[in-house]
């Protein structure tokens, strides 16, 4: 069984107006309004938590960047972008012994909540788990950001919100996880304000 451990890096990217930072209207787009709820029932704390497209191997954002680890026997909820309506998603998790275990093929859909879980059934025997970078974002624009979606490498369709449901308030920073590395790169990350405006931020 692979048990190697996250490699992490850390940088830091201040929500402000500058070149690279491009403000656009309101998108519903990227309302999260589909709901996952996982359980966790591998017995282990789940410390990472990626949801990608059935067919893409770049897990992209980590939905457990501000929420913290799922303890054994508990859940964790988190919005999905409405990009992922209708579709077949795959779930990745990462327990604190750095096994992986994945969900393959759960369909996502805007007028229900999803509900999996993950047991020792889903051990993926012999995947490394992804390498992550922890990025600080800073709300700096007068404003709350309200989600954080990555957009990954291989895809402009967005992933779930990485605050987990928590609110990065104005003048504040906090830390979100993406995946890192040429396999599980992110592109951009898109914030999204307490007005709706969306804020894209190259990490290229």
Known sequence: MNRKMLSTAVRSIVCAAAAFLLYA????AQSPDASL????ETGMAIEHLFV????SDVPGGDLLSMAGAIEPETSFSTGISSSFSETLVHVLAV???????EKKSVRVSD??????????THLADG???PETETVAVSADLGTDIYYVFAERSDSSELGPNVTGGEVIPEGSSTAVRIAAGDSGGVRALLLVDSFGATRRIDME
């Open 127 to 129: 995947r490394e788990a």
């Open 111 to 120: 007028t229900e909540t999803i509900m999996i879980a993950l047991s020792g």
């Open 25 to 28: 209207a309101p998108s519903v």
């Open 52 to 55: 990608l497209p059935h067919d």
């Open 37 to 40: 709820v996982m359980t966790n």
């Open 95 to 101: 327990s604190e012994d750095g096994e992986v275990y």
